[in-house]
């Protein structure tokens, strides 16, 4: 299992990707984001599925880029459809094989850029048959892998509209999430950012001990923020001798 988020607001892209690895009861790590293309003409692709689906679409598409002799593709619309194309050359030649060693077909990606002809960002959601759904404001995220215990707090908080900086805590909040409920995602984690004024990429890489004053505060003031939440209804039932109010810090 993986997880793998891409958040468009109106500054521009991020990616992130936990790094943990799982085979049985082997564990390890690996990249799972990965930067095409060349100077200010990259995308990112993030992966989750079968490592060696991935690897060899990856392979076909950097054969294809390589083919179009120093020319990138013009618009993200391009570049979707080119990993599309070799996604479902991948799934003719190996699907019957992987399916006889009762494995299945599977790779989902998250693929985001904005190319020369782009007016803006844009970022896709590719399905292993080849098709793919388009990010947009009411909902400016997608995920892959272990997508359930990460999505709440972005449901709760992520707009459009929330600034680069609020959209990379909300990013690494609900990673953080996921990992404390899933023992298949972990770090190291994979982060990338575009900025859309700029036109500029950038990207680094953390580990458990990077983050700690992060994940502390975060435990910290997430349990206190539960004990000064105003009392419900319930508490005339379900407590003994009715209300009983926690006690404020000195």
């Given amino acids: 299992m993986t997880y793998c988020l891409g958040i468009k607001t109106r500054d521009g892209l991020i990616g992130l990707s936990d790094g943990r690895i799982t085979s049985g009861s082997q564990l390890s790590s690996a990249r799972k984001v990965t930067m095409m293309g060349t100077g200010g003409e990259r995308f990112f692709i993030m992966n989750s599925g079968l490592r060696s689906v991935r690897d060899k679409t990856l392979a076909y598409l950097r054969r294809d880029m390589a083919q179009r002799q120093g020319e990138s593709y013009g618009t993200m619309l391009e570049a979707v459809a080119a990993f599309t194309s070799c996604l479902r050359t991948v799934a003719v030649e190996d699907r019957e094989a992987l399916e006889n060693s009762k494995l299945h077909f599977n790779l989902h990606a998250i693929i985001g850029g904005q190319l020369a002809k782009d007016p803006e960002p844009y970022m896709f959601l590719v399905y292993p048959e080849g098709n793919w759904v388009e990010v947009d404001e009411r909902t400016p995220y997608l995920s892959i892998g272990a997508t359930a215990y990460g999505k ?53 890489n953390f580990d458990y001990d990077d983050l700690v004053e992060q994940r502390l505060w975060w435990n910290r003031n997430i349990t206190e923020l539960a004990r000064r939440m105003p009392d419900g209804p319930w508490v005339e039932t379900l407590l003994p001798n009715g209300l009983h109010k926690a006690e404020e810090p000195a």
């Fill in 152 to 204: 709440p707090i972005l449901d709760r908080a992520l707009t459009y509209n929330t600034d680069m900086q609020t959209a990379l805590k909300l990013a690494y909040l609900s990673f953080d999430s996921t990992r404390f409920s899933s023992n298949d995602v972990g770090f190291p984690i994979d982060m990338v950012s575009f900025d859309a004024a700029q036109r500029s990429w950038r990207q680094s």
